[in-house]
């Protein structure tokens, strides 16, 4: 039982560059999250999934998409990465949205 | 605004004491509270819950107390070990809306 796993787990691009950042977890929970973190700002929420099928934008949404591509999978796309991207990302699963959260290790993405 | 904060930033303390991380919440709405715990280039780690009908829960060597009235819930840790240290975060979540709100953080260090 892995828990949540994250690819990759380091990344560099250049303005402009787009790239993909998976998520999987084993665990048959029915909602995914994805969050950054920055220093002095916690986490934040970018984007997350209630259930397969459906998703919602969170509180940091912008410049990014997501997919919820089966219950275990929940992809978070980059379209046109900007230096304000950087940041380390973070996976999230959780049975349904009042059970606790459990993360991934976190995806360091720099942008140039 | 609603928001969930911590008195001290950081928290530094002998191997062997008692450790109290402390974090207040102004939204009297929160129902569902978590502690986590983050270690260098790690993804957060669940460490214990509370709902809001609770006041007290006890993990292993972890306790969490929950006061409704001043809004105010902290983080206890008996006989603090080296491999405690570790950045803490509180988070505050509203009914089924799966937006989990983190506060900023407490760097706890253990000295040997």
């Known amino acids: 039982n892995a828990g949540v796993t994250q690819t990759p787990k380091f990344q560099v691009l250049k303005t402009g560059q787009s790239m993909t950042l998976q998520c999987a977890q084993d665990?048959?929970?029915?909602?995914m999250y994805w969050y950054r973190q920055d220093p002095g700002m916690g986490l934040r929420l970018i984007y997350y999934s209630a259930s397969e099928g459906t998703t919602d934008k969170g509180e940091v949404p912008n410049g990014y998409n997501v997919s919820r591509l089966n219950k275990r999978e929940f992809s978070l796309r980059l379209e046109s990465a900007a230096p304000s991207q950087t940041s380390v990302y973070f996976c999230?699963?959780?049975?349904?949205?009042?059970?606790?959260?459990?993360f991934g290790p976190g995806t360091r993405l720099l942008v140039l | 605004g609603e928001s969930v904060g911590l008195h001290l930033p950081t928290l530094s303390v002998q191997e062997g004491d008692n450790s109290i991380i402390n974090c207040a919440y102004s939204?009297?709405?929160?129902?569902?509270f978590i502690w986590y715990k983050q270690e260098s280039g790690k993804g957060p780690q669940f460490i214990i819950d509370?709902?809001?009908?609770?006041d007290k829960r006890q993990g292993q060597r972890v306790t969490v107390l929950l006061n409704k009235t001043v809004k105010h819930l902290s983080l206890q840790i008996a006989a603090t070990q080296p491999g405690d240290s570790a950045v803490y975060f509180c988070a505050e979540l509203r009914g089924s809306n799966y937006k989990l709100t983190f506060g900023k953080g407490t760097l706890l260090t253990v000295n040997p």
């Open positions: 939204n009297s709405a929160s129902d569902y």
């Open positions: 665990m048959n929970h029915n909602s």
């Open positions: 999230a699963s959780s049975r349904d949205g009042q059970e606790t959260q459990y």
């Open positions: 509370i709902r809001s009908n609770m």
